[in-house]
């Protein structure tokens, strides 16, 4: 059975860091572009950084650009997103996708919750002002 499980959040006072994991399991990952969403209460789903299977190409959202690093570990069957200088609009519960077809960009520009290959089920990242 193919899982991502995310773990990694928390509260975090404004300016802190954080670094969230997504651990793969049932299969190996290393061909798939993997990425990480986030959703705000009362908010859509949205992109935040997305990573091509080798880890050399990378996508992040405006928003996140030069805070957060996203990388991967194919050995563990993980991928990363560090967090830093964090504010009180990145809480959210954020999650793990894995897809076999996207390219990096794509995972981050063009992609549909239906179209994704597998989801995790989240993990929350509140940040205190």
């Known amino acids: 059975q193919v899982q991502l499980v995310e773990s990694g959040g928390g509260l975090v006072q404004a300016g802190g860091s954080l670094r969230l994991s997504c651990a793969a399991s049932?299969?190996?990952?290393?061909?798939?572009?993997m990425g990480w969403f986030r959703q705000a209460p009362g908010k859509e789903r949205e992109s935040v950084a997305a990573i091509s299977g080798s880890g050399g190409v990378r996508y992040y959202a405006d928003f996140v650009k030069g805070r957060f690093t996203i990388f991967r570990d194919n050995a563990k069957n993980t991928v990363y997103l560090q967090m830093n200088s964090l504010k009180p609009e990145d809480t959210a519960v954020y999650y793990c996708a894995a897809d076999g077809t996207l390219t990096a960009r794509a995972m981050g520009v063009m992609w549909t919750s239906g179209g994704m290959d597998y989801w995790g089920k989240g993990t929350l990242v509140t940040v205190s002002s």
């Open positions: 049932g299969r190996t990952f290393s061909r798939d572009t």
